[in-house]
């Protein structure tokens, strides 16, 4: 009884609730923090043990991933949700849909896979909203695909300005239709279209996989390799008019074209592979294709058959020298390059690669529905890949748990209980009852600042777990600076609320907190911005490995964040001006009046110096950044500053902030004029973070998206809003009442 009346029973309720959001497993998210220390479970024999499967490491996006975020984040690209739908509507997990989709491409095919919301794309489908709802399957969409194509490339042909939303939800879904097929085919190129005359002029037709004859794909390889075989015993038939070169050439063209059908690398690096390359299944095969296919027009056939030739006619050691000579030392030499990689599959790539043989098992056991053998080919998978690429694939097993702990969508959701605790002790201070009063006020008070500590703590885990995965800093791209932003406001307002148990800047953290995470969210579904919904995408050359990089993006994002929350505490004083204005009179005397009357010259105190000291926080940061950024470009780029639009955006923040400090030293502007300018620093924040981008121009025009630009507007004239209410608010009362309060 003593606890409860320490602690009482809602706040104590509340601080359960957060607890438990971010520890243990709720909603969509599956694993607790717990599952980060836990060991594998051991396969269950007995059914197709899928968690197993989404442990497969590939190569995707330049980095090793497990199975399970390759199904994750093509599913955000496609119908912007990490589940699937069935024929019936259910849910199914993204791995169990990748699964149909890798291995079982029939039953795929009949999954609702795509999202189609807009009324003139599904005019030009001829279907209706009302039929099946906006979720349709590739065999829905297998009449339409000619109609997707044709409006997508004439869309396309468009400027990006002059593309309206049809335009731009009829290229989407040509990506996402191309990005599906090209999934499907990753462990199964396709085959050349029946009736081909070449496939009919060599005697090819019998060639390729044909599952009433063939027990797997594998047969299919192993004809090819018996035809490289041959010419690389008898190198004279490799000339112009031969029927074998003719078929090796052919086949080889082939499987170099099926490698732009494949949405990622499953095979991996071979031993002794230096260059720790993942494959294709048609690379392993053929090896990596130097050029374009549009540059084979271009060589002269008598050269490139009689270098091939002689390539081939090498022993295998100095033909590898040869070949790796051509590849680093002749690259302004198409005829050399191709036939050096017709060299390489003809003579150095002998055998199949027995992951290969795995996949096609692996398949094989799906389809039939074959626990047994479908978790043993999962393991002996691992197993290789785990021998092959031992230092690639440790992380695997972390990546899995993470996606499935969701640290960030936890977060978003306590952050919302963290914003009810604070709004909760103000209320209890308003009505004052026996039941709510100033202890629940307080009660309520140290909830959202225990809390915010404890989904700080989460937040940055999140932060944490993602640089270990990527082996990168915080901030790499717009997703991950919209993380990186949260985190630092929520940060700086726990310290601040240690220090002023006020309720305000566990409220303010809540809402920035909250808020960069949606926009992040939102980031994470532009097809434009994220192409494979995969948010920890490799950096390009210029911006990786680079110290000057780092701490610039790390220092000047934080200035950033600062920034924007010394705005919000602009709007929290603008809020509380305009209810005091509104409520407050000389004849007021209900409990609310009462209540800001009497704290009105403490909250103008506390709001102020909040704002001040953060503001001050923001300069400092946001000009080291900047002065870091101009040493990170004269090294890059060879000057320092080149006032490109992101760099003036940059420096428009620490004037701004600098112009807001001076103006309250000097006394221009009171505390609502300084909480005018600071909300007026979200305008020019977010013009420098996210405006400069839509641009389009400069070398810091990273991540071009149009869809932000109604957002961002939406934004800026909010904030104007905020501060014209500031300022009008008193003669609109003036209106009603014949005598005002006194505010500065």
Known sequence: MKFLKRYPLIPSAF?????????????????????????????????????????????????????????????????????????????????????????????????????????????LLNRKLVRDGKYYSYNDLKPFLEEIDKSARDSGKLEREKQDSFDQN?????????????????????????????????????????????????????????????????PSTIRIGSDAFAKVVFLLDHYS??????????????????????????????????????????LDPTQFASLLQDLVRTERKPLLEKVNFILTKEKLNPTALFAAQYAEAIKLRTGIDPILSLYEKLRQAYVANDPTGFNEAVS???????????????KIGFEKTFNEYEPFYRSSVAYIIIFLSSCLSWFCLTINTPKFNAQHSKSFKNVAYHLTLIILIAHTFGLLGRMYIEGRPPVTNLYSSALFIGWGAVLLCWFTEKYVRLGIASSMGAMVGFGSLVIAHNLSLDSSLNPTGDTMEMMRAVLDSNFWLATHV????????????????????????????????????????????????????T????????????????????????????????????????????????????????????GIAKIRGIACLAIFGNVVTAWSWFGTNMLGVGLHSYGFMDKAFNPLMSFIVSQMVFICVAYMVTPICLLFRKKQPSLK
Request: hydrophobic share 40%; net charge neutral.
């Open 15 to 123: 601080f359960a609730v957060g607890l438990y959001l971010a520890i243990l497993p709720f909603g969509t998210t599956k694993a607790s923090l717990l599952d980060f220390v836990k060991p594998e479970p051991a396969p269950n024999s007995e059914i197709i043990d899928l968690e197993a499967f989404s442990r497969i490491p590939v190569l995707r996006g330049g980095r090793v991933k497990p199975l399970d975020s390759v199904a994750r984040n093509t599913l955000l690209v496609l119908r912007n949700k990490r589940t699937a739908l069935d024929q019936n509507g259910t849910k199914i997990p993204a791995i169990s849909w990748l699964a149909n989709v890798l291995l079982n491409p029939e039953e795929a095919d009949k999954l609702k896979t795509f999202v189609i919301d807009h009324d003139q794309v599904l005019g």
């Open 170 to 234: 009829i290229i989407d879904l040509y990506r996402s239709v191309l990005l599906y097929r090209k999934l499907k085919h990753t462990l199964s190129p396709p085959a050349p279209p029946p009736g081909t005359k070449m496939t009919e002029d060599l005697d090819l037709v019998t060639f390729f996989f044909d599952s009433a004859r063939d027990k797997d794909r594998t047969d299919e390889y192993s004809r090819f390799r018996s035809i490289t075989d041959a010419i690389s015993q008898d």
């Open 257 to 298: 074209r099926s490698n732009l059908w494949s949405e990622f690398f499953p095979v991996p690096p071979e031993l002794g592979d230096r260059k720790k390359r993942w494959r294709k299944v048609g690379e392993s095969l053929v090896g990596e294709e130097p050029l374009d296919s549009e540059q084979k027009r271009n």
């Open 380 to 394: 002996l998978i691992r197993e290789l890949c785990e021998k092959r690429a031992p230092d690639q694939v440790t």
């Open 554 to 605: 790390v220092t000047v994002t934080i200035g950033y964040s600062t920034t924007f929350l010394a705005g919000f505490l602009g709007l929290a004083y603008i809020f509380y001006y305009f209810i005091h204005q509104v409520l407050v009179s000389d004849k007021s005397d209900n409990k609310l009046s009462t209540l800001l009357s009497s704290s009105r010259k403490q909250l103008e105190k």
């Open 607 to 666: 709001l102020g110096s909040m704002i001040f000291g953060i503001t001050c926080f923001s300069l400092f940061f946001s000009l080291v950044g900047t002065v870091l950024g101009g040493i990170w470009a004269d090294q890059s780029w060879g000057r320092f500053w080149g006032w490109d639009a992101k760099e003036n955006g940059a420096l428009l923040i620490v004037i701004w902030n600098a112009i807001i400090l001076h103006a309250r030293w000097a």
